[in-house]
């Protein structure tokens, strides 16, 4: 049985397309539990409307004229609080190209290709509101090995790691290599459930958004390195 918030999730569209933004908000209105309260047709549009409307999730295209979706997606997270800084999912067209990339560096939180299924359009959102990423874990670590250069040990700051329990930086040295949470209970021999809940504290220690951002800490500490399995 399907748990509805107190409210709908709040969705902004992003695309210069209006036909695509009209597909994107027929399936989202469909649900009982999210509804499109704005739409943009560049990021220029999105940041103002943004500033005057508060959204839970937002699709942002990355390929747009005035503004685009990298530019936008770093004056959004730059200009809301923290507490009130919507989930970015980037609507791209290819997997993995240079804008999906410079994006997730941006603060977005994942992406997703303008071909998906609804059903994965559907997910993607609910899934990036609850603080999951909206990628595959093997794309993850393909984006992250992209995304963060191999840090210099000399100049590494591995502080931000002291917070964290041994068996939580177990969680995040996983989390790195590509492993969803399944994996890493099978790892750990725990529990998924226990698994989400070591996944939850990682992120509030290390103030990361979402697990794509804890992610790329674990990279630039040096807790995992690109091409670690």
């Keep these: 049985m399907t748990e509805f918030p ?21 399936v989202i209105d469909s649900q009982e539990d999210m509804e499109v309260v704005l739409q ?9 409307q943004l500033d005057a ?6 699709l942002m295209d990355v390929r747009m004229p005035r503004m685009d979706g990298i530019q936008a997606t770093s004056a959004i997270l730059e200009r809301a609080p923290a507490e009130r800084a919507p989930r970015i999912i980037v609507l791209t067209t290819f997997d993995l190209d240079e804008y999906v990339v410079a994006a997730i560096r941006a603060g977005a939180s994942g992406f997703l290709l303008k071909d998906a299924q609804p ?20 794309a993850t670590k393909r984006l992250l090995e ?22 939580e930086r177990e969680v995040l040295t996983l989390m790195g290599r590509g492993c969803s949470n399944r994996e890493i209970g099978a ?21 990361a958004r979402d697990r ?12 995992v390195t690109p091409g670690e399995h």
């Design 187 to 207: 790892e750990l021999f725990v529990a998924e459930a226990t698994v989400k809940t070591h996944v939850g504290r990682v992120l509030a220690k290390l103030g």
């Design 53 to 58: 409307h508060r959204a839970d999730v937002v």
């Design 146 to 167: 992209r995304v963060v250069s191999a840090p210099d040990p000399a100049a590494q700051d591995t502080s931000v790691l002291d917070a964290l329990t041994e068996r």
């Design 40 to 48: 943009a047709s560049d990021g220029a549009e999105a940041v103002s």
């Design 212 to 223: 794509v951002q804890a992610v790329i800490i674990a990279f630039e500490t040096g807790l």
């Design 6 to 26: 107190d409210r709908p999730l709040r969705i902004a569209l992003v695309d210069d397309q209006p036909l695509v933004r009209a597909g994107f908000a027929m």
């Design 119 to 138: 059903e994965d359009l559907l997910g993607a959102i609910r899934t990036v509101h609850r603080g999951d990423a909206v990628i595959a874990p093997s």
